[in-house]
């Protein structure tokens, strides 16, 4: 199993800045930052394999930039230009099983599939006027 810790939320204006860490405990094949808004589904914004690939959802792209300091075990996620619309909880996951491309996590995911990540426990990102 993996244990990981989000840190790093807080309430932007829009077009504000934040920087998430997920600070990440265990082996991993590859970790994903997801987000869930009220009454939403939950969803896979961007994700980072071992080999420092990286992919993202259409939505955020060109706004956020995801990495990983292997030194320190943690994995960001740099939010620039946030918009109201990416109010949510942020959670990190990571997978270990290898069993497929890491870059499903920005695809959508089923319920049963996403119960077989380790996650944090979450924090909360609000943008607002």
């Known amino acids: 199993q993996v244990r990981l810790q989000e840190s790093g939320g807080g309430s932007v204006q829009p077009g504000g800045s934040l920087r998430l860490s997920c600070t990440v405990s265990?082996?991993?094949?590859?970790i994903g930052w997801f987000r869930q808004a009220p009454g939403k589904e939950r969803e896979g914004v961007a994700a980072?394999?071992?080999?420092?690939?990286?992919t993202y959802a259409a939505s955020v792209r060109r706004r956020f930039t995801i990495s990983r300091d292997n030194a320190k075990n943690i994995v960001y996620l740099q939010m620039n230009n946030l918009k109201p619309e990416d109010t949510a909880v942020y959670y990190c996951?990571?997978?270990?099983?290898?069993?497929?491309?890491?870059?499903?996590?920005?695809?959508?995911?089923?319920?049963?599939?996403?119960?077989?990540?380790?996650w944090g426990q979450g924090t909360q990102v609000t943008v607002s006027s």
């Open positions: 265990g082996k991993n094949y590859c």
């Open positions: 980072i394999d071992n080999d420092d690939a990286t």
């Open positions: 996951a990571a997978d270990s099983s290898a069993r497929r491309p890491f870059t499903y996590m920005t695809r959508p995911i089923t319920g049963p599939l996403l119960d077989t990540l380790d």
